[in-house]
């Protein structure tokens, strides 16, 4: 029954082995699907590529409905998993800047790194940008401190939060993503092509 | 000649498929280790690690950095540090065989180069900050977070991507 580390049926000793493996496995996902390229990544937001919002969409289901199969089926236990916890202010907040910053980079931490390590210029100027980012917060960390640790609602989920079933949440989750995806289509056939 | 450039340069994958796989890794990940994916955590480990080198006094004393330094092992021995390695091997591998590596600045043609390496800096700069905040950016907050149902996973993701709608316009001649 999994997580399989945590309920030690694999050894500790494995978690870094497979931390490399899942990582080059992510950086190989991301950059076969085009995201090493911060025009691609750009694209969803004037309407001229809309594979970000069709990545991140069926990665979140897929993953979201496998775990819960797995759960269902009695593979893998839930309640066992770390949920982020839910920071009302620093979510809000701290999401804000980052999608600032994503259309003003065209990257997000990820992908920076992926670009970087494919020769883009722009993207290690990124991933410098992310290093004195954090430097920043750190160093001026006790003015950062409420908004850090403001609205602290537990590490909930839907169902926590909601009193809704996962799997109606999952799937009404899945018919607003499919609906995105014909109107995404309907829009890029609209917009002036970009070239990249 | 476009013979040659069209072997060279292979086709991005169909982002379906791309996110099926990711969304596959994803469950594996989390099968594995009871956790999900990250991207900003081993950078953040690097930046920890750099100031305890430079000045572990001042690391110490400092109350975010101490959060993350233990007296018994070095900052950089974490889950997300050998992740994003490998998120460096695997890219630098997919980008190797299809024929996509090599030094250049990715710039809209109507803007300079020095433009785009200016907005990178700063747009890596208030992303770096931003995921401090939100513990967490797109791929461990917000996909790891959506993954199994969490609420602050969701509300990230919906600030990040609201606030870069809101903003797009401003950027507008960046990108198109």
């Given at each position: 029954m999994?997580p399989?580390?945590?309920?030690?049926?694999?050894?500790?000793e494995w978690?870094?082995?497979?931390?490399?493996?899942?990582?080059?496995?992510?950086g190989?996902?991301?950059?076969?699907s085009?995201f090493?390229?911060?025009?691609?990544?750009?694209?969803?937001f004037?309407?001229y590529?809309?594979a970000?919002?069709?990545?991140?969409?069926?990665?979140a289901?897929?993953?979201?409905?496998?775990i819960l199969y797995m759960d269902?089926?009695?593979?893998?236990d839930?309640g066992?998993?770390?949920?982020?916890?839910?920071y009302?202010?620093?979510?809000?907040?701290?999401?804000?800047i980052?999608?600032?910053?994503?259309?003003t980079?065209?990257f997000?931490?990820g992908?920076s790194?992926?670009?970087a390590a494919?020769?883009?210029?722009?993207?290690l100027?990124?991933?410098?940008?992310?290093?004195?980012?954090?430097f920043?917060?750190?160093e001026?960390?006790?003015?950062?401190?409420?908004?850090y640790?403001?609205?602290?609602?537990?590490?909930?989920?839907i169902?926590d939060?909601?009193e809704?079933?996962p799997?109606v949440?999952v799937?009404?989750?899945t018919?607003l993503?499919?609906?995105s995806f014909v109107?995404?289509?309907?829009?890029?056939?609209?917009?002036?092509?970009v070239?990249y | 000649?476009a013979?040659k450039?069209?072997?060279?340069?292979?086709v991005?994958?169909?982002?379906?498929?791309?996110?099926f796989l990711?969304?596959?890794l994803i469950?594996?990940?989390?099968?594995?280790t009871?956790?999900?994916l990250g991207?900003t955590g081993g950078?953040k480990?690097?930046?920890v690690?750099?100031?305890?080198?430079?000045?572990?006094?001042?690391?110490?004393?400092?109350a975010?950095?101490s959060?993350f330094l233990n007296d018994?092992?070095?900052?950089?021995?974490n889950?997300l540090?050998?992740e994003?390695?490998?998120?460096?091997l695997g890219?630098f591998l997919?980008g190797?065989l299809?024929?996509?590596?090599g030094?250049?600045?990715q710039?809209?043609?109507?803007?300079?180069v020095?433009r785009?390496?200016?907005?990178?800096?700063?747009?890596?700069?208030?992303?770096g900050?931003?995921?401090?905040i939100?513990?967490g950016?797109?791929?461990g907050?917000?996909?790891?977070?959506?993954?199994?149902?969490?609420?602050g996973?969701f509300i990230?993701m919906?600030?990040i991507?609201?606030?870069?709608f809101?903003?797009?316009?401003?950027?507008?001649?960046n990108?198109i």
């Amino acid at each position: 029954m999994g997580p399989l580390i945590p309920n030690e049926i694999i050894p500790a000793e494995w978690n870094s082995i497979f931390a490399l493996v899942i990582g080059i496995a992510f950086g190989y996902i991301l950059e076969s699907s085009g995201f090493s390229s911060s025009r691609k990544l750009a694209g969803v937001f004037y309407g001229y590529d809309f594979a970000v919002l069709k990545v991140f969409f069926t990665a979140a289901l897929v993953s979201s409905i496998g775990i819960l199969y797995m759960d269902y089926m009695g593979y893998l236990d839930l309640g066992a998993l770390y949920v982020h916890p839910t920071y009302l202010k620093g979510a809000l907040i701290g999401g804000g800047i980052m999608g600032l910053g994503f259309i003003t980079g065209g990257f997000c931490p990820g992908t920076s790194i992926c670009a970087a390590a494919i020769g883009k210029i722009d993207a290690l100027v990124y991933v410098g940008g992310i290093l004195i980012g954090i430097f920043l917060f750190s160093e001026l960390f006790s003015r950062f401190e409420p908004l850090y640790d403001g609205g602290f609602m537990g590490y909930i989920t839907i169902m926590d939060a909601f009193e809704i079933s996962p799997y109606v949440f999952v799937f009404a989750f899945t018919l607003l993503a499919v609906l995105s995806f014909v109107i995404a289509d309907i829009v890029r056939k609209r917009v002036k092509k970009v070239v990249y | 000649m476009a013979q040659k450039e069209e072997k060279r340069m292979r086709v991005y994958w169909n982002p379906y498929f791309g996110g099926f796989l990711l969304g596959i890794l994803i469950i594996f990940t989390f099968y594995i280790t009871g956790r999900g994916l990250g991207a900003t955590g081993g950078l953040k480990s690097g930046v920890v690690a750099i100031v305890d080198k430079a000045d572990t006094e001042h690391a110490h004393e400092n109350a975010y950095y101490s959060k993350f330094l233990n007296d018994e092992e070095s900052p950089l021995n974490n889950w997300l540090v050998f992740e994003t390695l490998g998120i460096i091997l695997g890219a630098f591998l997919s980008g190797g065989l299809n024929g996509r590596l090599g030094f250049k600045v990715q710039h809209s043609p109507k803007i300079t180069v020095k433009r785009r390496l200016i907005f990178a800096l700063i747009g890596g700069l208030l992303f770096g900050l931003g995921a401090q905040i939100a513990r967490g950016c797109t791929s461990g907050a917000a996909l790891s977070g959506i993954a199994v149902l969490s609420v602050g996973g969701f509300i990230t993701m919906l600030a990040i991507f609201g606030s870069a709608f809101l903003f797009a316009y401003f950027f507008r001649k960046n990108w198109i």
